[in-house]
């Protein structure tokens, strides 16, 4: 009787250390789920603010000339002339890609700054170019995630040009390998223009970087640039 009741003991004494690892896995398992869930919460709001604060240009606010002013103060240092105002004259954002670009004037001087889309649908400055004067036509290539575009930034102020065309070529060995396509594209009377087309190239232009050959036409048809 005596050995029966040692027994049930010892197996009562089993069932509590049992019991009690259980447990403590049970309550260490629970706290690294919730420290894996606090660090998810963590990161994630890092992330956010991150986003928030590199991605926070709204190009469709009032702001934006504020925003290119700074942008210019700071690229041109503090021993510069600070710039006191910037007048945006378009916003264009290059179909539903990543890229927009504000076309302004300070100064005398005429630009484009280029944009950036974030995740949160607000944009990052990504640097401006800037000239004292501009030719009747100027051809940039955009690279996006949609592809490359072409904008075209000119003076058309006495309405000298009709159309712009343009067609893609690349460089096969030392000679130029040019598109089957050619773009025509209307030009508007003023004194300063900015249009973009996202020029079509052939399949056989595998090695296309962007390059852009162009010509400005009168309403007769004659070539009037660049100067022949």
């Known amino acids: 009787m005596e050995k029966t009741n040692k027994y049930l003991d010892e197996e009562k004494s089993k069932r509590k250390v049992v019991f009690s690892y259980s447990m403590e896995d049970y309550i260490m398992k629970n706290i690294r789920i919730i420290w894996l869930f606090v660090t998810v919460i963590l990161v994630w709001f890092v992330l956010y603010f991150y986003q928030n604060q590199k991605f926070s240009v709204n190009i469709y606010s009032s702001n934006l000339s504020k925003e290119i002013k700074q942008n210019i103060n700071y690229s041109h240092g503090p021993r510069n002339p600070l710039v006191k105002e910037v007048q945006v004259l378009k916003v264009v954002t290059l179909d539903d ?132």
């Open 97 to 228: 890609s990543n890229i927009a670009l504000a076309f302004s004037k300070y100064d005398g001087l005429y630009g484009r700054t280029r944009l950036v889309k974030g995740p949160n649908g607000k944009y990052q400055i990504k640097g401006s170019l800037w000239r004292g004067r501009i030719d009747l036509a100027e051809v940039e290539t955009f690279k996006t995630n949609k592809g490359r575009y072409q904008v075209i930034m000119g003076n058309n102020e006495n309405g000298d040009i009709d159309t712009i065309e343009l067609r893609a070529y690349t460089f096969n060995s030392s000679n130029r390998e040019y598109s089957n396509y050619t773009t025509t594209l209307g030009v508007p009377k003023q004194d300063a223009y900015f249009i973009y087309k996202k020029i079509p190239t052939d399949n056989h232009l595998k090695n296309f970087m962007g390059d852009i050959e162009f010509v400005c036409k009168n309403k007769q048809g004659k070539v009037i640039f660049p100067v022949q």
